[in-house]
């Protein structure tokens, strides 16, 4: 684990030594921000070394919102906020049922007679 926090800080400072030679202002500054939030959130780009319970990426992250892309592209848009939020909040336990292997339809009836699955 320490080994991999060394390599991490010693390409940050590679990063920051090839950016002073970096010629056009722009080219720094962006150059020059990625290395700052690189620096700024090291803890949270390596928590996965620490707590097994977090990904080492984000597909997951990422498919989830696609079927929420996917919904806002084949309807044009959420008419309201309230939609959407909706709309998440549903797929949010759709999703939680499926990968706790719960059935869909029976955690939902039990959400409407007050005797919620426990998620």
């Known amino acids: 684990m320490i080994a991999y926090e060394t390599r991490y800080d010693n390409l940050l400072s590679k990063g920051y030594d090839e950016n002073i030679q970096t010629k056009g202002k722009y080219a720094k500054e962006s150059e020059k921000t990625l290395l700052n939030r690189l620096t700024k959130y090291k803890s949270n780009h390596l928590l996965f070394l620490r707590d097994f319970k977090v990904a080492y990426n ?8 696609r079927k929420c892309k996917l919904k806002q592209k084949v309807s ?9 939020e909706l ?19 029976e955690s939902i009836e039990k959400a409407f007679t007050g005797r919620p699955v426990q998620l």
């Open 58 to 65: 984000n597909n997951l992250s990422e498919r989830d919102l």
């Open 76 to 84: 044009g848009c959420f008419r309201k906020q309230s939609g959407n």
């Open 87 to 105: 709309y998440c909040t549903v797929m949010s336990f759709v999703e939680t049922c499926k990968r706790k292997q719960l059935s869909i339809l």
